[in-house]
Antibody, heavy 121, light 106 residues
Framework: EVQLVQSGAEVKKPGESLKISCKGS????????IGWVRQMPGKGLEWMGI????????RYSPSFQGQVTISADKSISTAYLQWSSLKASDTAMYYC??????????????WGQGTLVTVSS | IQLTQSPSSLSASVGDRVTITCRAS??????LAWYQQKPGKAPKLLIY???TLQSGVPSRFSGSGSGTDFTLTISSLQPEDFATYYC?????????FGPGTKVDIK
C-alpha cells in the first residue's frame, strides 16, 4: 500500500528555521516525483515545487523559488521542505504528494496527511 | 498559465446534477485534473487527462473538455460529495491549481 507519512505539527517563532518531512513507503521512492503543496488557512491549494528523489532534480514554482528548499534522502525514502527564516505568512498546512505520469499526464495520486506549521511570536 | 473556476461556491441538494467549470488562460490540451477536498483532509484525485476517472472514484463523477475550457459534472449529488473541488493544470512540471469551488448543502 502506497503511503506518505508527514512529520507532526510545528509551532515556531518568526525568524526560526524549520524542516518538515514526508516519508514514502509501499512503492519505489526513487522512481516518482514528490511535490509539496501549501494551503493557507481558509484558502486554496498552491503548488510549491517537486523533487525527483532518484537524482534530486528539483523544480520550484516561481512563487516559492528562493523562499523554501526542497530536498530528499533516498536512503530513508524521505523528502523534506525547509525554511531558513520563517515568517508569520508561512503559517499554513503543507502537504506532500506523489506525482505520477498517467496517459502522458502528470497527476498527484497519493497525498500525505499534511503538516500544520504555525508561526507566531 | 492561470486557471479560473466558476462558480466559486454553490448550494445544491442531494440528487442534483452539479457542473463546475475550469478555464485556462491558454490552451493546455487535456492536461487537466480534478481533485476533491473535504474539511481537514488531504485532496483526493478524481479525474485526470480531463476525462479519465481515477480508479475507485464513483461513476457519477465525469469530466470533459480540452484546450481552455473544462467541466466537472456530478450527475446525482450524494451527501459525501459536499466538499471543495479544485482543477489543476499539468504542463511541463508547472502545476497550477484553480481557486476552488465549494459545494455545500442547500
Amino acid at each position: 500500500e502506497v503511503q506518505l507519512v508527514q512529520s507532526g505539527a510545528e509551532v515556531k517563532k518568526p525568524g526560526e528555521s524549520l524542516k518538515i518531512s514526508c516519508k514514502g513507503s509501499g512503492y519505489s521512492f526513487t522512481s516518482y516525483w514528490i511535490g509539496w503543496v501549501r494551503q493557507m488557512p481558509g484558502k486554496g491549494l498552491e503548488w510549491m515545487g517537486i523533487i525527483y528523489p532518484g537524482d534530486s532534480d528539483t523544480r520550484y514554482s516561481p512563487s516559492f523559488q528562493g523562499q523554501v528548499t526542497i530536498s530528499a534522502d533516498k536512503s530513508i525514502s524521505t523528502a523534506y521542505l525547509q525554511w531558513s527564516s520563517l515568517k508569520a505568512s508561512d503559517t499554513a498546512m503543507y502537504y506532500c504528494a506523489r506525482l505520477i505520469a498517467v496517459a502522458g499526464v502528470l497527476v498527484f495520486d497519493y497525498w500525505g496527511q499534511g503538516t500544520l506549521v504555525t508561526v507566531s511570536s | 498559465i492561470q486557471l479560473t473556476q466558476s462558480p466559486s461556491s454553490l448550494s445544491a441538494s442531494v440528487g442534483d446534477r452539479v457542473t463546475i467549470t475550469c478555464r485556462a488562460s491558454q490552451g493546455i490540451s487535456s492536461y487537466l485534473a480534478w481533485y476533491q477536498q473535504k474539511p481537514g483532509k488531504a485532496p483526493k484525485l478524481l479525474i485526470y487527462a480531463a476525462s479519465t476517472l481515477q480508479s475507485g472514484v464513483p461513476s457519477r463523477f465525469s469530466g470533459s473538455g480540452s484546450g481552455t475550457d473544462f467541466t466537472l459534472t456530478i450527475s446525482s449529488l450524494q451527501p459525501e460529495d459536499f466538499a471543495t473541488y479544485y482543477c489543476q493544470q499539468l504542463n511541463s512540471y508547472s502545476l497550477t491549481f484553480g481557486p476552488g469551488t465549494k459545494v455545500d448543502i442547500k
